[in-house]
């Protein structure tokens, strides 16, 4: 009955490596996205898919590839980790369009705990 | 551009005690929707309470309340009958109306229930 969710929820690894974090939603969504939370806590947003089509690209280093193979899937694949990258990253989804809140509503997957050694 | 600030990093409420926390935004919009986000220590992000600007009634989710104050851009959330599982980090959020908009997060306040 999971709504999102992400594998793996930890992640341990060392610089320079290429690693990928997973996301499913069975909610039906058109609409997913990548959240990046730091250390203090600051959620912030990385990419949105809609439909499998790029809508939101923040300023986010090149080493970081989003790929949606479908609606209910968004990938991200990071190369070349580094110290900085270590952060929580959420993954969400929504429906880009509707006539109210709780059709924009965000609903979030567990997180990726992401530590660069 | 559309900011959310969350200007108390943390607070601390007795069980049982009220507290509010506090949120302000910046938008030149007039149709947005806002909402607040809770953050328990298992990391899950879970919708709290929701509010649409064009509504001015006050949206009410069993102990949670909010504060919306449109012209003062002011989007406050009131806890009830505090619990010590309301311990965890609470973030506001603002999204404008319309498709393919995203959210903007204020930086969270951290809220402590002392039992």
């Known amino acids: 009955d999971t709504a999102v969710s992400q594998t793996p929820k930890y992640l341990v690894t060392q610089m320079g490596n290429d690693k990928s974090i997973k996301c499913e939603q069975n909610l039906g969504h058109d609409t997913m996205y990548w959240y990046k939370q730091d250390s203090k806590k600051f959620l912030k947003i990385m990419f949105s898919?809609?439909?499998?089509?790029?809508?939101i690209n923040e300023t986010v280093p090149n080493r970081f590839s989003p790929k949606s193979p479908d609606k209910a899937h968004l990938n991200l694949h990071i190369n070349s980790l580094e110290l900085g990258d270590s952060a929580v990253y959420f993954c969400a989804s929504s429906q880009a369009s509707g006539k109210g809140p709780l059709d924009y509503e965000q609903y979030f997957g567990p997180g990726t705990r992401l530590t660069v050694t | 551009a559309q900011t959310v600030t969350q200007s108390q990093p943390e607070m601390s409420v007795q069980e049982a005690e009220t507290v509010t926390l506090s949120c302000t935004y910046d938008?030149?919009?007039?149709?947005?929707?806002l909402f607040w986000y809770k953050q328990p220590p298992s990391r899950q992000m879970i919708l709290v309470i929701r509010?649409?600007?064009?509504?001015?009634q006050n949206a009410t989710e069993n102990r949670f309340s909010v504060n919306f104050q449109k012209a003062a851009k002011s989007f406050s959330l009131k806890i009830s009958d505090s619990q010590l599982g309301d311990a965890a980090m609470y973030f506001c959020a603002y999204r404008r109306y319309g498709n393919f908009n995203k959210f903007y997060f204020g930086s969270g306040t951290k809220l402590n229930v002392k039992p």
């Open positions: 938008t030149s919009e007039s149709d947005y929707y």
């Open positions: 509010q649409e600007a064009y509504k001015q």
């Open positions: 898919y809609n439909n499998k089509e790029l809508i």
